[in-house]
């Protein structure tokens, strides 16, 4: 998503942070961890005050993880993956984290803010599973506070040069794997050449 983060924080301010952070938890896929790391560096600025945006930021993952939730809840699998698939929720994804989800119910919630393609799925395996509303409530409230508080300190931290760092790394990643890939594959058809020979 092309999206120049500094400029909408600074024309939308507060408001822009709880609702990307909303957005991306119901699926529109906003780059959350890296608001969060710009909103850090312009706390420094003075653009912020830390006690609000860390209220906001919480506000905005937590309630958005609530709508998700409940929208896994009320429209059930068939619905979700049927539409899940337009904002990258597949079968496949949705039966992987299933699994693990109903294995380790609390901990995944609590944990799953730091794993971008997990943190979105999870609310709607909650509400599938008809996990207790309260708990979590609870549980990802908590977690999304401790994740929106970690990436805000790392954003005072390092500025706008992990800014800079991580648009690199999500430019360079892909064609780096690529590469890396070719060069496995070329070098298993020479090991495997060599051995027949």
Same mark, same amino acid.
């Given at each position: ?26 699926? !529109? ?9 710009? $909103? ?25 993880? !609530? =709508? ?11 619905? !979700? ?7 990258? =929720? ?24 730091? =794993?971008?393609? !997990?943190?979105?799925?999870?609310? *709607?395996?909650?509400? =599938? ?9 609870? *549980?990802?409230?908590? $977690? ?12 005072? *931290? ?6 800079? *760092? ?32």
């Amino acid at each position: 998503m092309h999206l120049n983060l500094q400029l909408f924080i600074h024309q939308h301010g507060y408001a822009g942070v709880f609702f990307i952070l909303l957005l991306e938890m119901i699926g !529109i896929p906003f780059p959350a961890e890296t608001t969060l790391t710009l $909103s850090g560096f312009e706390w420094t600025q003075g653009v912020f005050r830390l006690a609000p945006l860390l209220l906001v930021a919480t506000a905005g993952n937590a309630l958005g993880s !609530i =709508i998700a939730y409940w929208l896994g809840r009320l429209l059930g699998r068939p619905v !979700i993956v049927r539409f899940g698939k337009y904002v990258g =929720i597949t079968s496949e994804r949705l039966n992987q984290a299933d699994t693990t989800f109903q294995k380790y119910e609390t901990t995944v919630v609590l944990f799953s803010k730091f =794993i971008a393609g !997990i943190r979105v799925m999870v609310p *709607y395996l909650a509400g =599938i599973n008809r996990m207790s509303f309260g708990l979590f409530t609870l *549980y990802t409230t908590i $977690s999304a506070m401790v994740w929106a508080t970690a990436f805000i300190i790392l954003g005072k *931290y390092l500025g706008m040069e992990w800014i800079r *760092y991580h648009q690199m790394l999500n430019h360079y990643i892909v064609p780096g794997l690529i590469v890396v890939v070719v060069l496995m594959i070329a070098w298993q058809i020479l090991r495997v050449r060599s051995k027949r020979q």
